[in-house]
């Protein structure tokens, strides 16, 4: 079916691009017509009525398709991993004692070599219960001291922006992962991986990844699963309420990593875009043709099949999006973020209902139309808002993510944060 959703146009003549920016296009009436794959009809053409069938066949071969043609699949090691945890410090004091920060060490080994990657957890303090936990995805925050509490002028907030306080007295912890430490993009312009955590899984005499093997969304997909295995060991987790979190190339790999680990609860997505919640067919802003041609790395080299016509493909980020049926998740974008294409992140968000509706969940939308900018729909298993601004995670993006996870994971209604505070 064709999508077409009500859109404001914008002005984008003052704009100028570099690189991989060049030769965008930003103007409505160059996007081609297309066809969406129904999220409930399968590749070979067959209706989807019921959980089972989804579950058995649909689900699978939609995210299928996805590793091996798009991000790569995790391949089998040539000597089994073993995985260890190791606490590092524990700090009770932050805020007076309302948070506690944990600082974690993940070891993953084998034969081949070792590789670490540090974790930080910061949870309410005094709670009675086990709490539910935003996972973030990041590259090096925590070794770039992004974590720290030390400017007063911005109480309450990390220096990369976490509202620490108000997680915490709302009774959501929050963790991260430099995934960064399972893998630094090589920028290979062939698309060739290698390093990090990669190497343990290469088999004798083998120097890259293969065409179907992870690029680098799936790697730190990877890292976040790494995270989320910490978690799971946590007293002060409840582990089925852990929400993959990311930004920006950070979206794409907290929906990997959310998609293809069910443990998560849910996924916050954060101007995720191409490869995330934007549909490829729109051809607007970011394409698969300028991702395989300027961040090769990213994905696996079996995507460049598709990277001139991504008409061919079976599948959209729509049917991902559907995947994570029947855990909630959140899309948000904001209004003058033209290269994830904000338009095309709401059609891939509306499209992806039909799942939930197998599963006989509440997903409030009415129309078509794009909600309006700073309208944020929260009481639904589809989250979703467009924010005026631009690309990147903001305070209002975080409110609206406490909010969607008091809702669904603590069966509180929306509140603000005057009510939190009074």
Not at 75 to 101: A, H, Q, V, W, Y
Not at 136 to 152: Q, V
Not at 303 to 325: E, F, G, I, R, W
């Amino acid at each position: 079916m064709l999508a077409f959703v009500a859109f404001a146009s914008f002005n984008v003549a003052a704009q100028t691009f570099e690189g991989k920016y060049l030769e965008a296009n930003y103007d409505e009436s160059k996007v081609p017509e297309y066809d969406l794959p129904h999220v409930l009809s399968s590749f070979e053409g067959k209706s989807i009525k019921t959980v089972e069938d989804w579950k058995k066949f649909r689900r699978p071969e939609i995210v299928d398709f996805f590793a091996q043609n798009m991000f790569g699949g995790v391949p089998t090691p040539s000597s089994p991993i073993k995985k260890s945890f190791k606490l590092i410090s524990e700090d009770k004091t932050i805020f007076n004692g309302l948070c506690t920060r944990k600082d974690v060490l993940i070891t993953f080994e084998n034969e081949i070599g070792k590789v670490t990657m540090p974790l930080v957890l910061f949870v309410p303090t005094n709670s009675k219960d086990k709490v539910p936990v935003i996972l973030l995805a990041n590259g090096s925050d925590i070794k770039r001291k992004g974590l720290k509490l030390n400017n007063p002028q911005s109480y309450g907030k990390t220096e990369n922006g976490i509202p620490l306080h108000q997680l915490m007295s709302r009774g959501i912890g929050v963790a991260t992962v430099d995934y960064q430490a399972f893998g630094i993009d090589n920028g290979n312009k062939e698309g060739k991986v290698s390093g990090g955590i990669s190497n343990l899984y290469f088999k004798n005499g083998q120097e890259f990844t293969k065409e179907n093997e992870w690029g680098m969304i799936a790697i730190w997909a990877y890292a976040l699963r790494a995270g989320m295995d910490y978690l799971e060991t946590d007293k002060d987790v409840q582990d089925n309420q852990v929400a993959a979190l990311g930004c920006s190339i950070g979206g794409k790999v907290a929906l990997w990593a959310a998609v293809t680990d069910t443990r998560f609860g849910m996924a916050l997505l954060a101007t995720a875009g191409h490869g995330g919640d934007a549909i490829w067919r729109r051809e607007y802003g970011e394409t698969l043709q300028n991702m395989c041609d300027n961040l090769p790395t990213w994905i696996c080299r079996n995507a460049n099949k598709y990277a001139k016509n991504v008409h061919a493909l079976p599948v959209d980020q729509h049917s991902l999006l559907a995947t994570m049926a029947p855990r909630p998740f959140y899309v948000s974008n904001a209004q003058h973020d033209l290269w994830a294409d904000q338009k095309g992140q709401w059609i891939g968000t509306y499209n992806a209902a039909p799942s939930y509706q197998l599963y006989k969940k509440d997903v409030a939308f009415t129309s078509e139309k794009q909600p309006a900018i700073n309208h944020p729909i929260i009481k639904s298993m589809i989250g979703y808002h467009v924010r005026s601004g631009v690309h990147g995670l903001e305070l209002y993006d975080w409110e609206q993510y406490m909010k969607f996870i008091e809702y669904h994971f603590l069966s509180i209604e929306p509140r603000s944060v005057e009510e939190v505070y009074k």
